[in-house]
């Protein structure tokens, strides 16, 4: 039997969280750490958190596990689970609705600061706009976040700072745009992160990178717009 | 969010309503990509052949007005989604990459294997959905993030004026209000117990129109996609034997070469995954157990794998612990798409019957994609025509709710017992006692239909099914529901979910009976041939009094001869 201990809080009931402890027959099998959570939810209703596509593109099942952010649908227990215990909390530093659903209003309005969509001011061509292979190989890396927040609620930074932060999520995403060839709106992005907040927050320490479900580099996109914004002001 | 974007891009007052945030719908999920003669990998390509293997793919219960117009359009539609950014793989020349697809030929089946599918990798559903959503987050539409839409308001006329919706973070109930309501709820793959889909796909757009007395068009039609991960169910996109992949048994055998000497792997999926459980039934199944198939990737080498099929070798190694580099993947057919639904018009706007037999458009209600029937995909889906239907049919919702608007559109409001009416299932779930858990009904549900409606169907297995069902009704709709709380009860919802796969089941179950041959991907052993004389047209199944009726099938394209029926080989 697997120790489970799983954090709980329904604002209607509960005057504060706690951690409530629970066995769950995982039949020896390696499972992902969302079977043993459906496996909960079959014993209690009303056990509350996101899931959807259950392989891991979906970002819906963002979680803390023993610790360590990652999506529950693709970590297996082999990979999380110590001493046959598993500690499972809601991704830290943003406030909870309930149980391990937190409420992404503040990394979802990072997010959307960064406009995060393509702007150019020509006139669309009949056809598609060309890109070279190599022009589009600068994407990869970037455009793949599914915005499951687990690099953001990872980030000390993000935890000081979640209004005036980006984030490791959105400046990957600012920095997408920023690298697409397609896009014309190069100044104008970087002039709205020219500021002593939204990108010179990061001070490099790499958790963002570390947790990364998807293998993505914050980190390194961070440093390109940073370089953009040096080389630009001198 | 197609339809969402056309509208708010024209000024248009726009609201989605959506049970997760819209990135993490299952749109995501697709892999391979969209297929669309933009004339890319070869510049003779003619949306016409597009046309012809839709048609022959929907083994020719596809309307041909809506496959034309789809494959016309398409291109345009493809062309605006790279214009909003979305990241497409690209060739030399820089045009966007297009791969093979199963069913896709050029010169009308005369020219050998097309390359129209266009990719972003292997992750074109995730480029496609974000792209969507970032259009409409520069294009200012409202979303209802986390809202949970019950049932839908009908006034007095019969009109669709609206739907009851939850908010999942505070309980609160609401009706909003609308003078165009769109379905693009997708499709309801967790009726089987192995499935492709994600948890959310349970039918709730089909659930809503037959509690509302609607009906439903070709419901029977399931497809059961070839390469699922075997245990698991992740979808292994089909771009893998685009690329040169195949299939073995366990002699090592690539037996696609025996069922469909042509096409082979690249075959129309119905005929492969047919194919796959013949060889498992004979025997030749793979594993310890004999039940499922190889997938051989490791022949591409690592670049190709690494470069065309990231995403394939990411999920391989995690859900079937093999790595595609040096190892096959164990496959087997799953279900993967509902190629029924909502009838509708190339407009989007949904469809019944009146007493005289004729179409008759419902006021107020539109459905595209998955969740829709228009039909472009018949009784088979070509891999790719999902991305490109939803994209091209949300836009035509769109286009045509904006000329309705400028023209005016004038309907009755609800009355207090109109609204009544659609909140009495909350109602009645609120205020339960006793009944049956939730889960455990869910799976006696969804294994019913495994056993008894999967890839070969017969008569006595399917009425054995159906008196399954007919036992299930009354105790899914009396099911428990212990956790009253209002802020964010994933209890309730997962309840309602119920509700709506239990009404797609029963609506599928009742008409694959009814349709007395086999046809794509509705195989039966009773009824081993196409019956073109009794059932060359669609199936509709009617709610109120579960019959089931058909409706013509459109073979009336505008600029091209019509694709007359014909024996259907790969």
Same mark, same amino acid.
């Given at each position: 039997?697997?120790?489970? @201990?799983?954090?709980?809080?329904?604002?209607?009931?509960?005057?504060?969280?706690?951690?409530?402890?629970?066995?769950?027959?995982?039949?020896?099998?390696?499972?992902?750490?969302?079977?043993?959570?459906?496996?909960?939810?079959?014993?209690?209703?009303?056990?509350?958190?996101?899931?959807? $596509?259950?392989?891991?593109?979906?970002?819906?099942?963002?979680?803390?596990?023993?610790?360590?952010?990652?999506?529950?649908?693709?970590?297996?227990?082999?990979?999380?689970?110590?001493?046959?215990?598993?500690?499972?909390?809601?991704?830290?530093?943003?406030?909870?609705?309930?149980?391990?659903?937190?409420?992404?209003?503040?990394? *979802?309005?990072?997010?959307?600061?960064?406009?995060?969509?393509?702007?150019?001011?020509?006139?669309?061509?009949?056809?598609?706009?060309?890109?070279?292979?190599?022009?589009?190989?600068?994407?990869?890396?970037?455009?793949?976040?599914?915005?499951?927040? $687990?690099?953001?609620?990872?980030?000390? @930074?993000?935890?000081?700072?979640?209004?005036?932060?980006?984030?490791?999520?959105?400046?990957?995403?600012?920095?997408?745009?920023?690298?697409?060839?397609?896009?014309?709106?190069?100044?104008?992005?970087?002039?709205?992160?020219?500021?002593?907040?939204?990108?010179?927050?990061?001070?490099?320490?790499?958790?963002?990178?570390?947790?990364?479900?998807?293998?993505? =580099?914050?980190?390194? /996109?961070?440093?390109?717009?940073?370089?953009?914004?040096?080389?630009?002001?001198? | +969010?197609?339809?969402?974007?056309?509208?708010?891009?024209?000024?248009?007052?726009?609201?989605?309503?959506?049970?997760?945030?819209?990135?993490?719908?299952?749109?995501?999920?697709?892999?391979?990509?969209?297929?669309?003669?933009?004339?890319? /990998?070869?510049?003779?390509?003619?949306?016409?052949?597009?046309?012809?293997?839709?048609?022959?793919?929907?083994?020719?219960?596809?309307?041909?007005?809506?496959?034309?117009?789809?494959?016309?359009?398409?291109?345009?539609?493809?062309?605006?989604?790279?214009?909003?950014?979305?990241?497409?793989?690209?060739?030399?020349?820089?045009?966007?990459?297009?791969?093979?697809?199963?069913?896709?030929?050029?010169?009308?089946?005369?020219?050998?294997?097309?390359?129209?599918?266009?990719?972003?990798?292997?992750?074109?559903?995730?480029?496609?959905?974000?792209?969507?959503?970032?259009?409409?987050?520069?294009?200012?539409?409202?979303?209802?993030?986390?809202?949970?839409?019950?049932?839908?308001?009908?006034?007095?006329?019969?009109? #669709?004026?609206?739907?009851?919706?939850?908010?999942?973070?505070?309980?609160?109930?609401?009706?909003?209000?609308?003078?165009?309501?769109?379905?693009?709820?997708?499709?309801?793959?967790?009726?089987?117990?192995?499935?492709?889909?994600?948890?959310? =796909?349970?039918?709730?757009?089909?659930?809503?129109?037959?509690?509302?007395?609607?009906?439903?068009?070709?419901?029977?039609?399931?497809?059961?996609?070839?390469?699922?991960?075997?245990?698991?169910?992740?979808?292994?996109?089909?771009? $893998?034997?685009?690329?040169?992949?195949?299939?073995?048994?366990?002699?090592?055998?690539?037996?696609?070469?025996?069922?469909?000497?042509?096409?082979?792997?690249?075959?129309?999926?119905?005929?492969?995954?047919?194919?796959? #459980?013949?060889?498992?039934?004979?025997?030749?199944?793979?594993?310890?157990?004999?039940?499922?198939?190889?997938?051989?990737?490791?022949?591409?080498?690592?670049?190709?794998?690494?470069?065309?099929?990231?995403?394939?070798?990411?999920?391989?190694?995690?859900?079937?612990?093999?790595?595609?580099?040096?190892?096959?993947?164990?496959?087997?057919?799953?279900?993967?798409?509902?190629?029924?639904?909502?009838?509708? =018009?190339?407009?989007?706007?949904?469809?019944?019957?009146?007493?005289?037999?004729?179409?008759?458009?419902?006021?107020?209600?539109?459905?595209?994609?998955?969740? /829709? $029937?228009?039909?472009?995909?018949?009784?088979?889906?070509?891999?790719?025509? @999902?991305?490109?239907?939803?994209?091209?049919?949300?836009?035509?919702?769109?286009?045509?709710?904006?000329?309705?608007?400028?023209?005016?559109?004038? +309907?009755?409001?609800?009355?207090?017992?109109?609204?009544?009416?659609?909140?009495?299932?909350?109602?009645?779930?609120?205020?339960?006692?006793?009944?049956?858990?939730?889960?455990?009904?869910?799976?006696?549900?969804?294994?019913?239909?495994?056993?008894?409606?999967?890839?070969?169907?017969?008569?006595?297995?399917?009425?054995?099914?159906?008196?399954?069902?007919?036992?299930?009704?009354?105790?899914?709709?009396?099911?428990?529901?212990?956790?009253?709380? +209002?802020?964010?009860?994933?209890?309730?919802?997962?309840?309602?979910?119920?509700?709506?796969?239990?009404?797609?089941?029963?609506?599928?179950?009742?008409?694959?009976?009814?349709?007395?041959?086999?046809?794509?991907?509705?195989?039966?052993?009773? *009824?081993?041939?196409?019956?073109?004389?009794?059932?060359?047209?669609?199936?509709?199944?009617?709610?109120?009094?579960?019959?089931?009726?058909?409706?013509?099938?459109?073979?009336?394209?505008?600029?091209?001869?019509?694709?007359?029926?014909?024996?259907?080989?790969?």
């Amino acid at each position: 039997m697997l120790q489970v @201990s799983i954090y709980r809080y329904n604002p209607e009931t509960d005057a504060e969280p706690y951690m409530q402890d629970v066995q769950v027959d995982t039949g020896g099998k390696d499972l992902m750490v969302l079977d043993v959570m459906e496996l909960i939810k079959a014993q209690d209703t009303t056990v509350a958190y996101r899931r959807s $596509c259950r392989e891991g593109v979906c970002g819906s099942d963002g979680v803390n596990m023993n610790g360590k952010n990652g999506l529950a649908c693709i970590t297996p227990l082999s990979e999380t689970v110590r001493d046959n215990k598993l500690v499972l909390r809601p991704l830290p530093g943003l406030p909870v609705i309930r149980d391990l659903v937190v409420d992404m209003g503040m990394f *979802y309005a990072q997010y959307e600061k960064v406009q995060p969509y393509l702007q150019n001011t020509s006139p669309a061509p009949a056809i598609e706009r060309l890109q070279s292979p190599e022009d589009r190989a600068k994407l990869d890396g970037l455009y793949e976040c599914i915005l499951c927040a $687990c690099c953001s609620t990872a980030c000390p @930074s993000f935890w000081w700072n979640p209004d005036r932060f980006i984030g490791p999520a959105g400046l990957l995403q600012a920095y997408r745009f920023l690298a697409d060839t397609r896009d014309t709106a190069t100044e104008e992005r970087l002039s709205r992160l020219d500021d002593p907040f939204s990108v010179f927050r990061c001070h490099g320490i790499q958790n963002c990178v570390n947790v990364c479900p998807k293998g993505l =580099n914050p980190t390194r /996109a961070i440093g390109h717009i940073r370089n953009m914004l040096l080389s630009r002001a001198t | +969010m197609r339809a969402a974007l056309q509208l708010a891009q024209s000024g248009y007052k726009t609201a989605v309503i959506t049970k997760v945030f819209p990135t993490r719908s299952h749109t995501v999920s697709a892999q391979g990509g969209i297929t669309c003669a933009i004339a890319s /990998a070869d510049p003779n390509d003619d949306w016409r052949w597009h046309m012809y293997d839709t048609v022959k793919g929907s083994d020719y219960i596809g309307d041909q007005d809506a496959i034309e117009y789809m494959c016309s359009v398409g291109p345009e539609a493809v062309f605006e989604l790279e214009h909003m950014g979305l990241p497409f793989s690209r060739t030399e020349e820089g045009r966007i990459y297009q791969r093979p697809f199963g069913g896709q030929s050029k010169n009308y089946g005369e020219g050998g294997q097309a390359a129209r599918t266009c990719a972003a990798a292997d992750r074109t559903g995730h480029a496609l959905l974000h792209t969507l959503y970032q259009g409409n987050m520069k294009n200012e539409t409202v979303f209802f993030n986390e809202w949970y839409a019950t049932d839908l308001v009908k006034n007095q006329d019969g009109a #669709v004026v609206g739907v009851i919706a939850i908010c999942m973070e505070t309980g609160e109930t609401v009706y909003i209000k609308s003078k165009a309501t769109v379905f693009a709820t997708g499709g309801a793959g967790r009726i089987y117990a192995s499935t492709t889909n994600a948890h959310i =796909n349970t039918g709730d757009g089909i659930g809503m129109a037959l509690r509302a007395g609607f009906p439903v068009q070709d419901i029977e039609m399931w497809q059961f996609h070839p390469t699922g991960i075997a245990g698991a169910g992740v979808l292994v996109t089909e771009g $893998c034997r685009g690329e040169g992949g195949y299939l073995i048994n366990k002699d090592g055998e690539r037996f696609m070469e025996r069922y469909a000497p042509n096409a082979k792997d690249l075959a129309g999926r119905d005929v492969v995954a047919r194919s796959m #459980v013949l060889e498992i039934i004979e025997g030749r199944g793979c594993g310890p157990e004999g039940d499922h198939v190889f997938l051989k990737l490791d022949h591409l080498g690592e670049e190709v794998l690494e470069s065309r099929l990231p995403g394939i070798c990411e999920l391989s190694r995690t859900f079937a612990h093999a790595d595609p580099v040096k190892e096959p993947i164990p496959v087997v057919p799953t279900c993967h798409y509902m190629m029924g639904g909502i009838p509708t =018009n190339v407009h989007g706007q949904a469809l019944t019957i009146d007493a005289s037999g004729r179409d008759q458009v419902i006021p107020g209600l539109y459905a595209c994609g998955e969740v /829709a $029937c228009v039909s472009v995909h018949g009784a088979n889906r070509l891999g790719g025509n @999902s991305l490109l239907d939803l994209v091209v049919f949300g836009r035509a919702s769109g286009l045509h709710i904006e000329r309705a608007l400028r023209e005016g559109i004038d +309907m009755r409001d609800a009355s207090d017992s109109d609204i009544e009416q659609a909140m009495s299932r909350l109602d009645k779930l609120n205020s339960s006692k006793g009944g049956e858990n939730v889960a455990a009904l869910r799976k006696e549900l969804q294994n019913t239909m495994q056993n008894h409606f999967g890839v070969f169907r017969n008569e006595t297995f399917m009425r054995e099914g159906i008196a399954k069902l007919a036992d299930l009704r009354g105790r899914i709709e009396g099911a428990r529901l212990d956790d009253k709380s +209002m802020a964010y009860n994933t209890a309730r919802i997962e309840a309602l979910e119920l509700h709506n796969l239990f009404e797609v089941a029963e609506a599928t179950a009742i008409t694959a009976e009814e349709r007395r041959e086999s046809r794509g991907a509705h195989a039966r052993d009773d *009824y081993q041939e196409r019956d073109d004389e009794n059932w060359l047209c669609h199936s509709m199944y009617f709610p109120t009094d579960k019959r089931v009726g058909k409706r013509a099938v459109n073979f009336e394209p505008k600029t091209v001869d019509t694709f007359q029926p014909k024996a259907r080989t790969y």
